[in-house]
């Protein structure tokens, strides 16, 4: 029998495993946990990270599927690079594929090989150094390198022009685009009962929480109170007078599957909305955004009666040192796992698919991310971690 570590805390069970999450999962009873969510090993070999050498095996989530209720969701991480290969052992596992929900962020650091420079190392050339570039933004000549505020030629790094006629032809050429999102599948294990409402008051599970995780609370109203002016402008007799009724809604926007980390940079890639759900115009297009969108001179849509970015989804920043290291302090290095989700994220994540009162599955526990927040969300969790120094982290983390 494997052992584990039970905790009751702030009126939940904690059950965690330091063990391979496959020898555990077999030992579950079936239809035993409500929800899975996880941040499991990516395939990338992240750092040169053993644990991240593949995506988990579909024995793995057929364990996983068989301990989950019926009807129960999961929320599964993946990385842009190897989303294929999570999703297709995930639904040869029997998991239905529901939807994936992206989570965008603009802190990520490119790795992108410069081709140019790649080229002048290959053929021996040394490089001029045309200017400096602050690390922290900015630019200064090549004679001049000297930071005024730092007083240090280290908190620079060197512009350099091409020396070969082959690494100009390839200047500005990389490998790679920078890092700016994640996916988390959203799949469900296959329904026992013949409809949803049966399987819901039977097993607890079949169902995702909108309401509980609706975005913002502030008052939304839909107005149709200039649409009669307008449809006769129009000629439109195709909507009805009922159109032009108030409409009032106060319990936040619908959840989506998109959830961002608010940060600047994320944000000015999402047109200006106006007023009625139509997107502000600059010359005849949405202002400008990620995906600008072309918009007829007077044509009109119909949506809620506000204005701003249209990145009014549910938002969370990466983890803060703070949320990474929360609960650690007598640890001798803190946390110091690589890949560590904001608590945020992952309490709007468990909150989303787990039933009140319910337990939270994470196979692939990392630094405990989802343990914390399923805690805090007053769920149950069972947690498993193969490396006992993240282990400690994770029990450090959860029990604060």
């Not at 297009?285 to 918009?295: D, E």
């Not at 009109?300 to 609960?327: I, L």
């Not at 994470?362 to 006992?388: C, H, N, Q």
Request: charge should be neutral.
């Amino acid at each position: 029998m494997i052992k584990s570590e039970d905790i009751e805390f702030n009126n939940v069970c904690v059950k965690v495993f330091n063990e391979d999450c496959l020898n555990v999962l077999r030992e579950m009873p079936s239809n035993s946990v409500d929800s899975i969510v996880s941040d499991p090993p990516y395939g990338i070999s992240f750092m040169a990270k053993k644990w991240d050498y593949d995506v988990p095996s579909v024995e793995v989530w057929k364990e996983a599927m068989r301990v989950l209720k019926p009807g129960g969701h999961a929320l599964i991480a993946c990385g842009t690079r190897t989303q294929h290969r999570m999703v297709v052992n995930i639904e040869d596992a029997g998991f239905e594929i529901r939807d994936v929900v992206s989570w965008i962020y603009g802190s990520g650091f490119p790795k992108s090989l410069n081709i140019s420079k790649a080229i002048d190392k290959a053929a021996g050339a040394e490089r001029e150094v045309v200017e400096w570039k602050k690390s922290g933004g900015g630019r200064t000549t090549a004679a001049n390198p000297m930071d005024r505020n730092a007083g240090k030629t280290n908190s620079h790094d060197p512009v350099t022009a091409p020396a070969t006629k082959a690494a100009q032809q390839w200047d500005g050429w990389g490998t790679a685009l920078k890092p700016a999102c994640e996916f988390f599948t959203l799949c469900r294990k296959p329904l026992s009962e013949k409809t949803v409402a049966e399987n819901v008051l039977k097993w607890g599970t079949g169902g995702i929480n909108i309401d509980g995780c609706r975005v913002g609370t502030e008052t939304i109203t839909q107005t149709r109170t200039k649409m009669k002016t307008w449809r006769e402008s129009e000629g439109r007799t195709d909507i009805p007078d009922s159109a032009d009724n108030s409409q009032t809604q106060t319990q936040g926007r619908f959840p989506a599957n998109l959830i961002h980390s608010g940060e600047q940079e994320v944000l000015e890639l999402f047109p200006e909305t106006g007023k009625s759900g139509t997107a502000v115009r600059r010359n005849g297009n949405a202002s400008k955004g990620l995906f600008p969108v072309a918009i007829k001179e007077g044509s009109r849509d119909v949506g809620f009666n506000d204005s701003g970015s249209a990145a009014r989804f549910f938002y969370t920043p990466k983890a803060s040192k703070k949320d990474r290291n929360e609960g650690c302090d007598e640890l001798e290095k803190g946390n110091n796992h690589a890949t560590v989700k904001p608590t945020a994220l992952m309490s709007y994540l468990c909150r989303l698919i787990t039933p009140t009162g319910g337990v939270v599955l994470d196979p692939y526990m990392g630094s405990g991310s989802t343990g914390k927040a399923a805690v805090r969300e007053g769920f149950s969790f069972v947690g498993i971690e193969l490396d006992p120094d993240y282990y400690e982290i994770c029990k450090a983390r959860i029990i604060i």
